[in-house]
T-cell receptor
Framework: GDSVTQTEGPVTVSESESLIINCTYS????????LFWYVRYPGEGLQLLLK?????QKGSSRGFEATYNKETTSFHLQKASVQESDSAVYYC?????????????FGKGTSLTVIP | EAAVTQSPRNKVTVTGGNVTLSCRQT?????MYWYRQDTGHGLRLIHY???????QIGDVPDGYKATRTTQEDFFLLLELASPSQTSLYFC???????????FGKGTRLTVV
């Protein structure tokens, strides 16, 4: 089936350290898989962090990066140096561009706490 | 930035009670969605709509009704609430089915 698996949280990192949140996906019935990272800051709704629609491409935003790897079916989120303001819950998601993004498959979310 | 407003933000109701969650977007978006999120699960789609008067069934529709009264307003109805419907509910909207989806801040519903 179609699904997303991401790093189980919570994750705690010290400020200025590097971060990687793993995300792997299964898109057995999706013809045009697109990959997303959403972030939810405390008290806020989910916000799109970055999106990649083509395999082999990299998306970046706010210092975060993720590469759509079709061979390893992965879309890991990385940041070289985290800040306290990055504390949030991060969701990896798989969308089907062909039938529409109402068919999102979300990971369970990874709660990140950055210690100053 | 597109805005999606949910109300109430928190709600407590009793088993068997009647609950309506409201969502309004003023972005002129065609698509609107209702999701639920439970501990240990990602967001799961309950219902969605692509215009006023339209309703489509999502992945977890049992126990929920929804109605899109206008382009702006999408309601989620729980007519006989059960404890299993205790969850965090998100409303979202998008211009079209393959464009960026914008989420509200969520409604935390507790059924006791």
């Amino acid at each position: 089936g179609d699904s997303v698996t991401q790093t189980e949280g919570p994750v705690t990192v010290s400020e200025s350290e590097s971060l990687i949140i793993n995300c792997t996906y299964s898109a057995t019935s999706i013809a045009y898989p697109n990959l997303f990272w959403y972030v939810r800051y405390p008290g806020e709704g989910l916000q799109l962090l970055l999106k990649v629609i083509t395999a082999g491409q990299k998306g970046s935003s706010r210092g975060f990066e993720a590469t759509y790897n079709k061979e390893t079916t992965s879309f890991h989120l990385q940041k070289a140096s985290v800040q306290e303001s990055d504390s949030a819950v991060y969701y990896c998601a798989l969308g089907d561009r062909g039938t529409g993004y109402q068919n999102f498959y979300f990971g369970k979310g990874t709660s990140l706490t950055v210690i100053p | 930035e597109a805005a999606v407003t949910q109300s109430p933000r928190n709600k407590v109701t009793v088993t068997g009670g009647n609950v309506t969650l409201s969502c309004r977007q003023t972005n002129s978006h065609n698509y609107m969605y209702w999701y639920r999120q439970d501990t240990g699960h990602g967001l799961r789609l309950i219902h969605y709509s692509y215009g006023a008067g339209n309703l489509q069934i999502g992945d977890v529709p049992d126990g929920y009704k929804a109605t899109r009264t206008t382009q702006e307003d999408f309601f989620l109805l729980l007519e006989l609430a059960s404890p299993s419907q205790t969850s965090l509910y998100f409303c979202a909207s998008s211009v079209d089915r393959d464009t960026e989806v914008f989420f509200g801040k969520g409604t935390r519903l507790t059924v006791v």
